[in-house]
């Protein structure tokens, strides 16, 4: 089992920024890939980033500009650099995490004021 604790999310004006974290703890393993995922209110669920443990990473289109995912494989933790944030980036972000496996956080919600 792994479980993910997400946290830095909250309020922020447009055109401000956030650093989500996220740490991954339990029976981890070398090969893996984390990830940041957005449900925005009455919308499905996203992926926004995503980088593997051998530092192959992937960002959202939409967002490839002003979002910036890292991780430190030491300590099994994910980041989500957010800057010139906007109000559809408001939603609830979660981390996962998968190897044969996947697991799910309980998510952190980020609102972006206009």
């Known amino acids: 089992q792994v479980q993910l604790m997400e946290s830095g999310g909250g309020v922020v004006q447009a055109g401000g920024s956030l650093r989500l974290s996220c740490v991954a703890s339990?029976?981890?393993?070398?090969?893996?890939?984390m990830a940041w995922h957005r449900q925005a209110p009455g919308k499905e669920r996203e992926v926004v980033a995503l980088m593997s443990s051998f530092g192959h990473r992937h960002v959202a289109a939409d967002v490839k500009d002003r979002f910036t995912i890292s991780r430190e494989n030491a300590q099994n933790v994910l980041y989500l650099q957010m800057t010139n944030m906007k109000p559809d980036d408001t939603g609830i972000y979660y981390c996962?995490?998968?190897?044969?496996?996947?697991?799910w956080g309980q998510g952190t919600q980020v609102t972006v004021s206009s």
């Open positions: 339990g029976t981890t393993k070398y090969e893996n890939t």
């Open positions: 996962s995490y998968a190897d044969t496996d996947q697991f």
